[in-house]
């Protein structure tokens, strides 16, 4: 344990970034500092992206204290004897969005193919995509919820588990973490009556529409995620708490992996002051990880971060070409494997529990938007990961692929009961309707999993764990088929 990062939690948020960065930073290199670490990297990290943006597929990503330069990556490449400095540029930041993300830069560049080993300012990054996938961890849902009436404990580790989950996570090493959205919860002042649980928690920036900052994502992500950050490379798809009109800003400023996409979700000027754009769909992407020579796992990102979950829903018209996306890019080949990673789930079934749910209840997430948006387009696949639903949950509908939902990454849990078995499946408003469920796996727990692959193709073995890294329930994939059981206690 002594060499793995550790994150010692602060008190209070507004005592500085000086503070975060040396709260942040990993164990060994905090006693390095006079050595010549630079405490200057608040994070790094790199993240999966488009073949359009990187022919290794790999972008990283530095955030320093504004004013600082953007440092170089230091990459030793294969078949070189020295290494390479790579430039970074800071990302775009709009002059609507400036005002809640002013205290920091974020600077990116292309990690170059071949790449061996990288860093930045002494704070190494995954260098490279998996070359042969041994194992991935999956989570999701991960922020702090504070918006009043739903409120949890930013300050103790058992009502907001981030920062030990992520822990566990630095302690299995995968080789990539797959993360499913909904990033941010931290979407209004801290309640006076609650202050010792929240109490240094940063508000939204008054007068702007949109509830992420700066100092809110490093409360939020890059504080109780730090030692996860920088330990294997990053796929991300969006959740809806990445909405233009909520964390979309930062989200885009940080984690987006493409050029040119920081204006993504700036504000709009009008009559009316400034308003959020619409939330709409990015491009739809995949990436390749190799598991043998002859065998690959190809994940499809849907970004699902618009539409609705249970009522009629004009979105799904927009939705779809993310999906016929997705199909387009996972034609069947031999040897290749594909996911579809979308945070909002395609098969997720609520409790009728959930605060107001509509009359009549339907169980089925999303179906409106998500099954109208995908129908017919998911024969591609041998597995839907998903999130939004805030607890564990495997569902098998006959005939399509499996649905694993882990949206119990951190967030509040959603109720802990209530969830039958559901007697029919998922209908949108035109009548399209897929079969009842033929299984169905609850775990209303936090949360992460790590996935392995079995010899044979298409075969994996999902252990799902808990906040201290044990395991408590074991699922089967195979044949697009998903089953999950609960371990002995
Ligand atoms: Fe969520
Ligand atoms: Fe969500």
Known sequence: MSTLPRIVRTASLAAGLAALVTVAMPATQATSTAAGFNPGVIAAYSIAAPASEAASRLIARAVIPRGAACPNIVVRVSGRSTPDEVVMYGRNLPDSTAPAFESITVCSARIPDKAISASIMGHPIPAHLPTRVGSLALFSDTGCRIKPPHLQDCADLNSWPLASIAESIVEEQPDAVVFAGDFFYREAPCPAEVQNWCGSSPPPVAGLPFKDSAYGWIAEVLLPMAPLLSTAPLIIARGNHEAC????????LLFDPRRDTTAA????AGPAGLTAP?????????????????RTLRLAIVDTAGGADTFSDAFAPIQRPSFEAAANLTTPRDGVENWLITHRPVFGYASPLMDGP???????????SQTAASFGLLDHFDLVFSSHIHIGQAVQIPGQPGQLILGNGGTLLDPLTGYPLPTTGPTDTAGQAYPPPVSAWIAPRFGYAIARPNAQAGSWRIDMKDPSGHQFARCGVANRQIFCRDLPR
């Open 358 to 368: 509509p009359v009549p209840f339907d169980p089925w997430v999303g179906a409106d």
């Open 278 to 294: 619409e939330t709409t769909p990015t491009a739809t992407y995949t990436v390749d990880l190799p598991i043998t020579a002859d």
């Open 245 to 252: 009109n909520r964390g979309g800003n930062g989200y885009f």
């Open 265 to 268: 979700c700036a504000p709009i």
